[in-house]
């Protein structure tokens, strides 16, 4: 939970480039794989990440949908685009429009109290828990995975190193 703003700002700028490297990493060919059948697909799950931003609207942000419908489009490079400028949307909302006191407020959504502090945690959690997922479905394209947290295998070979085991 977070209970001020600048401490949300500070991780949220961390974590949107992180997932940034990971969107400007897809390929248009990539956008197709899917973990097994039935299951959403690389693009798909993407364009989830970038879509959810909007969803802050509910709780009285001034923040927008991205361009296009909910269903995926066919350009990796426009959904990590809209995911710049959405991310990019949604940082500046909380700075000029959710002051440290606003944090404690809580805002009715869909019938349940969602605790502002605790809502941008979430937004946080959510998209690192997604990132999880685009990292095997990138692999499983044949994709190079950028480093989230630390470097990744591929990573360590482009550096001349060993990778770890």
């Excluded at 956008?31 to 993407?46: D, F, H, K, M």
């Excluded at 019938?111 to 945690?121: E, F, K, S």
Aim: overall charge negative.
């Amino acid at each position: 939970m977070f209970t001020k703003t600048s401490d949300f700002l500070t991780e949220w700028k961390q974590e949107t480039a992180i997932t940034q490297r990971l969107l400007d990493a897809l390929t248009d060919d990539s956008l197709n794989q899917e973990v097994a059948p039935g299951y959403r697909t690389l693009g798909q799950l993407a364009w989830h990440i970038a879509w959810s931003l909007s969803y802050l609207k509910d709780l009285g942000l001034n923040v927008s949908k991205p361009a296009g419908e909910e269903a995926a489009p066919e350009s990796a490079a426009f959904i990590a685009s809209e995911y710049c400028r959405l991310s990019a949307e949604l940082l500046q909302a909380v700075e000029s429009e959710w002051p440290d006191e606003v944090l404690g407020q809580t805002v009715n959504l869909f019938g349940q109290d969602w605790h502002l502090g605790r809502t941008l945690r979430f937004v946080i959690q959510h998209e690192v828990h997604h990132r999880g997922q685009l990292t095997i479905l990138m692999r499983q394209a044949g994709l190079s995975v950028p480093g989230v947290y630390g470097p990744t295998r591929d990573e360590w070979i482009e550096k001349g190193q060993k990778p770890l085991l």
